[in-house]
C-alpha cells in the first residue's frame, strides 16, 4: 500500500530552484505548513501492468528503444495525487501566492516519492530480474502522445480518475505515467541526465553549472 | 412493461459486469470493447442473454465509452455503437428484460481539473442520448465527477423523456475521485429529477455498506447498488470476493432499506447475478424512513440548515467603488479573494451577485461561479433579478444551490419557481408582491403562504423555500422590526420553512449602526431565523452568532465558540517596531507592518514620493537578490504583495484627493491555447501587478482571437504569453503570428515565458522578449512602458 506519510525537504528546495539558498525561519514555516496541507489533500492512486513490447504500440523514437533495448517486456505505470491537490494549489494561487509555488514544487517532490514507492514494489515483484528507470512520455522524442494510450491499457480514467485532455497533458495534474523495462540480464547502466531531459537547454541547474540528479 | 412497472416489484435485478465477460470472450488488450457490437454482435448478444437466464430484469447496452471523444480511433461513429447495441441488447431481451442505454464518463476531465467545458460535455451526452433513442431507460454509471453527471442528466432530460438512472463510484473515504460526497451526489441528483440513483464500481459490497448507509440517508429514492466482485488485484485484474460472499454482503445491504435496483460491476458474472437473485426472492423492499435534511451544497460539501447558518453578502457590487471596477476590468481574482475571505471568517454560503448596468451579467455570472466552485467549497447562493442570468447560473453550478430570489408577484412566480424546479435549487421567497411589502406581518405572512403553495404546485418541496420576511430600516420605520420577527415567528412556526434575513438594513441612518445590528441579529435569530445575510468579516457580528448557538445550546459544549475565541490570535496587527523601516519590511515580507509604515509616512510624504524612492527601490533591492539566487521564488512573492499592501494603501489615499490611479500600463497575460498550467502566469500577474501595473489576465487555454481582441480594444502595448508544454509552443506561435497580422497592433511588444522556452525559439517563434522568470517579465514591461 503506498501512502503519503511526508514529503522530502530537500527535493522541494531542489524543484524551488535553491538547493544553495539559505533558509530562514519563515521560509522553514511555509515549509511546514505546506506540508501539512498537502499530505492531507494528497489521495495517491497508482495502476501498474506488465505487457510484452512486441506490438504494444509504445515504442516510439530512438529514446525509449535504446532505453528498452535489453527488456522483451515492461511495466506501464501511472500515478497521481488525486483532484483536491490541484484545488489546493489553485486556491493558494488567489490567497497566497507564495505559498502556491511551494505547494506546486512540493507537489513535484510528492508525486516522485509515489513513483519511487511504485519503483520499490515493482522491484520486489520482479525478484531476480531487472528494471530500468521510469522512462516517460515527453522525455527525448518519447512522444506525450502516449500518455493518453498508457492510461487507457491501465484503464485509469475508470479506475483512478486519471485522464489527458485533448493536449495529452495529464489531469489531475500533478500525475506521472511510465514504462519501466523488465530484462533478466543486467543492464548497462544507464544515467537518465541532460541528454533526455526537456529541460536541458533552459535548465537552472546547468546555468549554475551544476545538475539535478535526475 | 416499463420501468415504473418494474419500481412496483420489492426489487429489480440488473446484470452483472460486461467488460469481464468480454475479456473472458477474448477481447485483446487494447481493442475498443465497444466495437464489438458490431464486429461480434453475437458475443455481446452471448452476454445480455446469460444474464437474462439468470433472471436480470434490466440489461446495460456494451456503450460505456460509446461517446466521441472515446471512440474517435474506433472507425465507427457513435450512432452506429450505439444503434447496433441497443439492437443487440434488445435482441437479446425478446421482451424478457427492458434495455437501458449505458452511458459512462467522457473520458476527459471538466474544467477547472481538466479542459473540457460544461458545454461541450454536454454535447457529447446528447449525441448518445439520440443514438440510443431506442432504449427503454437511461443509465448513467461509474461518474466521479457531480457536474460531468448534471451535464449528462440534464442531456437526457431535454433530449428525451426516459426514465433516468445515476450512479457515481465512491472511495472507501466516502468522496468520489473528485471529492463529491454522498450527501451532495443525494440532494443534486434527487433535485435534478432523476428516477434512482445509487452506487457502482470501485469497491466490493463489504467496503459499499457505510456509502450506502450514508445514501439512505439523504434520499428517498429507490437506491441503485452494482458492487465489484471485491477489490482487484492491480496487476493480474482479478476479483476477491466469490459469488455466494458476495450475495451474503448484497443481503446485508438491502437490509438498509431502500436499496431497489441491485446487480453487479467489475469481476461479476451471471454467477454473481444467480446467487443475488436467490437472496432478493426470500427479502421484502424496505422503504425509506428518511424525512430529507434540508440542506444545500456544493460538490463536495453540504450545509444542513438545521441551525443557523451565515450567508456572506460581500460578492456584491451594490455600494462596493473596488468590486465595481473588479467587475468592469475582469478581475474574477479580486472576487475570488473576497470569497476565500468571507470563508475564512466562517461564512457557511456565499451570496453572489453581479449585476451592473455596464457589463454582461449573464458571461460575468457563469465565469464567477465557474472561477468561485474551483477554489472554495462553501455552496452557492445566486442572486439576480434576471431570469435568463439564473437559468446560465443553475445550469453550470456544481450542487444544490439557492436562488435569491422569487416574490409573490404573478411574473416572479411565472418565471423563476420553474428554473428551481428543473435545476433542483433551493429558493429564496421574499413576501413582497404587485402592491410591494405590507406593513404588517399578517400582509407578510400570507404572501409567504402564496409562495409556499405555488412552489408546492411547480412540485418543489416546500422545504426548499426560504422565506426573507424582509428588514425595514428602523429609522424610517420604528414598529416595522416587531412585524418582521412576528412574521418570521409565524413563517416557522405555521409554515415550517426556514427562514433568511438581510440584517444590516435595520441601522441605516442611525449612529453606532454595529449596536443596533448586533441586537436585531440576535432577537432574529431568537424568533427562528436561520440563515443571516450578513457580512462574515464583521467579527462582532460573526460572535453574535457564534455566541447565540452557545446559549441555544446548539454549539454542544461552546467547542466551536471556545476554538474561536480561545486561541492565540496571531494575525492581530502588531505593534510597529519603531526601528523598523519601511524597507525592512517590504524585503521581510512584512505585510502588516508595511501597511502602518506606508500609512504613518503618508501623514508627511508625498505619495508618489513614497513610491518611488523607497517602494520600488526595495522592490528591486529583492529581485536583484532573487537574481543572484540569493532568495527563494516564495520570498521575491512574498516582499511583492508587501508592497502591494503598501501600494493599497497610497492607492486609498489617492482616491481620496481625487487623483490620477497609480498604473503604469496595462498589460495582457494569458496561457496560450490547449495549456492549462498557469501557476507561471499567475506569478508574473502578482508581480506585475506589485510593480504598479495592471493586468488584464485572460486565463488559461486562451484562443489567439481573443487575446487580440482585447489587446485592440483596450489599446494595449505589451501582451505576456505563457506556455509549459512543448506541446503547446505552436499556440504560442499562432498567437503572435496573430498579433502580427493585426491592424492597430503594430506597436504591441509581445513577451513569452515557460519551463520549456529558450531564448532561441522565443526569437524564432517572433517572439519580442523573452523572459527567464517572472522578475524578467517586471524588467520587460519596465523597458516597455517605463
Redesign the interface.
Same mark, same amino acid.
Given at each position: 500500500m503506498i501512502e503519503l506519510k511526508n514529503v522530502s525537504r530537500e527535493e522541494t528546495i531542489r524543484y524551488l530552484g535553491g538547493a544553495e539558498i539559505e533558509l530562514n525561519s519563515a521560509m522553514e514555516r511555509l515549509l511546514d505548513v505546506c506540508e501539512e496541507e498537502l499530505v492531507r489533500a494528497a489521495v495517491p492512486k497508482y495502476l501498474y501492468k506488465k505487457i510484452e513490447l512486441e506490438n504494444s504500440g509504445l515504442i516510439e523514437g530512438e529514446a525509449v528503444k535504446k532505453h528498452l533495448a535489453e527488456c522483451e517486456s515492461a511495466y506501464v505505470i501511472c500515478a497521481t495525487l488525486g483532484a483536491a491537490v490541484d484545488r489546493l494549489i489553485r486556491s493558494a494561487q488567489v490567497s497566497d501566492m507564495a505559498k502556491a509555488v511551494v505547494l506546486d514544487a512540493m507537489a513535484g517532490a510528492a508525486i516522485e516519492n509515489v513513483c519511487a514507492q511504485l519503483d520499490l514494489l515493482l522491484a520486489e515483484k520482479e525478484d531476480g530480474k531487472y528494471l530500468t528507470w521510469r522512462f516517460a512520455p515527453g522525455y527525448a522524442d518519447y512522444p506525450i502522445e502516449l500518455q493518453g494510450k498508457i492510461l487507457a491499457l491501465l484503464d485509469a480514467p475508470r479506475k483512478i480518475g486519471l485522464c489527458t485532455n485533448e493536449n495529452s497533458l495529464l489531469t489531475p495534474s500533478k500525475s506521472v505515467t511510465a514504462v519501466v523495462g523488465v530484462s533478466d540480464d543486467p543492464l548497462e547502466k544507464r544515467r537518465r541526465g541532460c541528454a533526455v531531459c526537456n529541460m536541458a537547454k533552459t535548465c537552472k541547474f546547468r546555468k549554475a553549472g551544476t545538475r539535478c540528479e535526475f | 412493461m416499463n420501468f415504473n412497472e418494474l419500481l412496483k416489484n420489492d426489487f429489480i435485478l440488473l446484470d452483472g459486469a460486461t467488460g469481464t465477460m468480454l475479456q473472458k470472450s477474448g477481447l485483446k @488488450?487494447?481493442e475498443i470493447p465497444e466495437t464489438l457490437n458490431i464486429t461480434r454482435p453475437e458475443v455481446v448478444k452471448g452476454i445480455h442473454k446469460a444474464y437474462i437466464d439468470e433472471g436480470t430484469q434490466i440489461v446495460t447496452t456494451n456503450t460505456f465509452g460509446a461517446n466521441r471523444y472515446k471512440m474517435k480511433d474506433s472507425g465507427y461513429s457513435v450512432e452506429e455503437l450505439i444503434s447496433a447495441a441497443v439492437r443487440n441488447a434488445r435482441e437479446a431481451a425478446d421482451g424478457r428484460a427492458l434495455v437501458a442505454l449505458e452511458i459512462? +464518463?467522457i473520458?476527459? %476531465?471538466l474544467e +477547472? $481539473? *481538466?479542459? @473540457?467545458s460544461f458545454e461541450e460535455a454536454y454535447d457529447y451526452f446528447r449525441e448518445e442520448i439520440l443514438a440510443g433513442k431506442d432504449a427503454d431507460l437511461i443509465f448513467f454509471e461509474?461518474f466521479?465527477d457531480l457536474l460531468e453527471l448534471k451535464a449528462g442528466v440534464l442531456a437526457a432530460k431535454e433530449n428525451s423523456d426516459k426514465p433516468v438512472v445515476t450512479s457515481m463510484t465512491f472511495?472507501r !473515504?466516502g468522496r468520489?475521485?473528485?471529492?463529491v460526497s454522498v450527501a451532495s451526489a443525494a440532494l443534486t441528483l434527487e433535485g435534478l429529477g432523476v428516477d434512482a440513483l445509487g452506487v457502482n464500481?470501485?469497491l466490493g459490497p463489504d467496503e459499499l455498506i457505510p456509502i450506502i448507509k450514508e445514501f439512505t440517508e439523504w434520499t428517498a429514492l429507490p437506491v441503485f447498488v452494482k458492487p465489484n466482485a471485491g477489490l482487484p488485484d +492491480? !496487476?493480474s485484474?482479478t476479483y476477491n470476493v466469490l459469488p455466494d460472499d458476495f450475495a451474503r454482503s448484497m443481503s446485508e445491504i438491502i437490509d438498509l432499506g431502500t436499496v431497489k435496483l441491485v446487480g453487479g460491476c467489475c469481476g461479476t458474472t451471471p454467477d454473481y447475478i444467480r446467487a443475488l437473485k436467490k437472496v432478493i426472492d426470500t427479502k421484502k423492499y424496505k422503504k425509506a424512513k428518511v424525512d430529507r435534511a434540508t440542506a444545500v451544497c456544493s460538490a463536495t460539501t453540504a450545509v444542513e440548515l438545521s441551525e443557523p447558518r451565515v450567508i456572506g453578502e460581500r460578492i456584491n457590487p451594490t455600494g462596493k467603488k473596488l468590486f465595481k471596477e473588479a467587475l468592469i476590468n475582469n478581475d474574477i481574482?479580486y472576487i @475570488? $479573494?473576497q470569497a476565500?475571505s468571507q470563508v475564512s471568517a466562517g461564512a457557511d454560503i456565499l451570496d453572489v451577485n453581479v449585476g451592473l448596468p455596464q457589463i454582461d451579467e449573464k458571461a460575468m455570472m457563469t465565469r464567477v461561479i465557474k472561477a468561485l466552485q474551483? /477554489?472554495?467549497d462553501a455552496p452557492l447562493q445566486i442572486d439576480s433579478t434576471k431570469p435568463d442570468v439564473l437559468e446560465a447560473a443553475l445550469r453550470i453550478y456544481n450542487g444544490k444551490p439557492i436562488v435569491n430570489s422569487v416574490n409573490g408577484e404573478k411574473k416572479s412566480l411565472d418565471n423563476v419557481l420553474p428554473l428551481v424546479k428543473k435545476y433542483g435549487a433551493s429558493v429564496i421567497g421574499l413576501t413582497l408582491d404587485e402592491d410591494g411589502i405590507p406593513k404588517t406581518a399578517e400582509g407578510r405572512f400570507e404572501i409567504a403562504k402564496r409562495i409556499v403553495e405555488r412552489a408546492k404546485a411547480e412540485g418543489i418541496d416546500p422545504k426548499d423555500v426560504y422565506i426573507d420576511c424582509l428588514t425595514l430600516t428602523v429609522s424610517a420605520e420604528q414598529e416595522g422590526c416587531a412585524e418582521t420577527l412576528k412574521a418570521l415567528n409565524r413563517v416557522v412556526t405555521e409554515l415550517g420553512c426556514k427562514t433568511c434575513l438581510g440584517v444590516s438594513n435595520i441601522s441605516f441612518g442611525l449612529p453606532r449602526r454595529e449596536l443596533i445590528n448586533h441586537i436585531f441579529l440576535t432577537m432574529a435569530l431568537h424568533s427562528g431565523l436561520t440563515l443571516p445575510i450578513i457580512n462574515p468579516n464583521d467579527d462582532d457580528m460573526m460572535g453574535a452568532v457564534r455566541a447565540y448557538k452557545v446559549l441555544a445550546n446548539i454549539d454542544k459544549n461552546s467547542r466551536d465558540y471556545i476554538d474561536t475565541y480561545n486561541q492565540a490570535q496571531p494575525d492581530k496587527p502588531k505593534i510597529v517596531s519603531s526601528h523598523l523601516t519601511l524597507d525592512e519590511a517590504i524585503t521581510?515580507?512584512l505585510k502588516n507592518e508595511a501597511a502602518s509604515l506606508t500609512e504613518k509616512m503618508l501623514e508627511n510624504t508625498d505619495a508618489m514620493e513614497i513610491v518611488n524612492s523607497t517602494l520600488i527601490p526595495a522592490l528591486d533591492k529583492v529581485g536583484a537578490d532573487f537574481e543572484k *539566487?540569493?532568495?527563494? @521564488?516564495?520570498?521575491l &512573492?512574498?516582499s511583492a !504583495?508587501t508592497a502591494q499592501a503598501c501600494f493599497e494603501v497610497i492607492k486609498k489615499q489617492l482616491s481620496k484627493t481625487d487623483s490620477a490611479p497609480v498604473s503604469k500600463g496595462k498589460i495582457i497575460l494569458a496561457t496560450v491555447k490547449?495549456?492549462?498550467?498557469d &501557476?507561471g502566469k !499567475?506569478?508574473v500577474k /502578482?508581480l506585475l501587478d506589485n510593480y504598479g501595473y495592471t493586468v488584464v489576465d485572460l486565463g488559461r487555454d486562451v484562443e489567439p482571437q481573443l487575446i487580440v481582441d482585447t489587446a485592440v480594444e483596450q489599446n494595449i502595448r505589451l501582451i505576456g504569453l505563457s506556455a509549459l508544454? =512543448? =506541446? =503547446?509552443l505552436g499556440s504560442m506561435e499562432d498567437t503572435i503570428a496573430l498579433v502580427r497580422r493585426t491592424k492597430g497592433l503594430e506597436d504591441c511588444k509581445v513577451m513569452v515565458g515557460g519551463? /520549456? %522556452? =529558450?531564448a532561441?525559439y522565443a526569437e524564432k517563434i517572433g517572439a519580442d522578449y523573452y523572459c527567464?522568470d517572472a522578475k524578467e517579465s517586471v524588467d520587460t514591461a519596465k523597458k516597455v512602458l517605463g
Open positions: - | @488488450l487494447g459512462g +464518463p473520458g476527459q %476531465l +477547472p $481539473s *481538466g479542459s @473540457l461509474t466521479t472511495e !473515504n468520489t475521485f473528485a471529492g464500481c470501485s +492491480p !496487476n485484474n481574482d @475570488l $479573494s476565500i474551483s /477554489v472554495i521581510g515580507g *539566487g540569493k532568495l527563494f @521564488l516564495p520570498q &512573492i512574498q !504583495n490547449g495549456d492549462i498550467h &501557476i !499567475n506569478i /502578482v508544454m =512543448t =506541446t =503547446t519551463a /520549456v %522556452l =529558450t532561441d527567464r
